[in-house]
């Protein structure tokens, strides 16, 4: 498991690999800032293959669809995630978020949504103050998104992406452990 890096800190890591494992590339911090990206394909829980990449709704999240994210924070501290998916149900409309702890077998296991500014008021729920990836599959199943911030991770405080079944709900259909960096 790699834990969060600062920039200037070298890392290279590699989770795992094969068909349900997960394969960070980078995590090195270089005079640019620091730099991730890591994916996987998605396992139920209990899967004979453990992955890092959690389904909890085979219906919308299928076992064996992939995921990347990828993470570049600049030695500003503005930071940029990327998501990649392939294999979701084609035209449907995901809501996708940095959430606070990993994945585990309960889907509240990866606690709440990652904040800029902690808050427990809901105006503060907003794209500004936390890091959304909402999507719609193609015709395919296969999306991109992205979210870019003035600020980055705090050390610690994100650790997963999770997929919500649509923007507004609360159903979490899938989690992602995700190896982010942090801002110094």
């Known amino acids: 498991m790699v834990a969060g890096i600062c920039a200037g800190a070298v890392v290279a890591a590699l989770l795992a690999s094969g068909?349900?494992?997960?394969g960070a590339v980078g995590g090195v911090g270089a005079p640019d800032g620091y730099w991730m990206r890591t994916d996987a394909k998605f396992a139920p829980v209990g899967a004979l293959v453990p992955s890092a990449a959690v389904t909890y709704d085979a219906k919308?999240?299928?076992p064996a669809a992939w995921i990347q994210v990828s993470q570049h924070t600049a030695a500003s501290g503005a930071t940029t995630v990327k998501l990649r998916v392939d294999g979701m149900v084609p035209g449907h409309a995901y809501a996708v978020h940095v959430h606070q702890k990993p994945c585990g077998a309960d889907p509240a296991a990866a606690g709440g949504h990652f904040q800029h500014k902690p808050s427990t008021d809901p105006a503060d729920v907003t794209a500004d103050n936390e890091v959304w990836l909402d999507f719609t599959a193609d015709d395919t199943g296969a999306a991109e998104a992205s979210a870019r911030h003035d600020w980055g991770f705090r050390q610690g405080e994100a650790s997963s992406v999770v997929i919500h079944d649509m923007p507004g709900s609360r159903v979490r259909a899938a989690?992602?452990?995700?190896?982010f960096g942090w801002s110094p």
């Open 19 to 22: 068909t349900g494992g997960a």
């Open 60 to 62: 919308l999240v299928p």
């Open 175 to 179: 989690c992602f452990t995700v190896p």
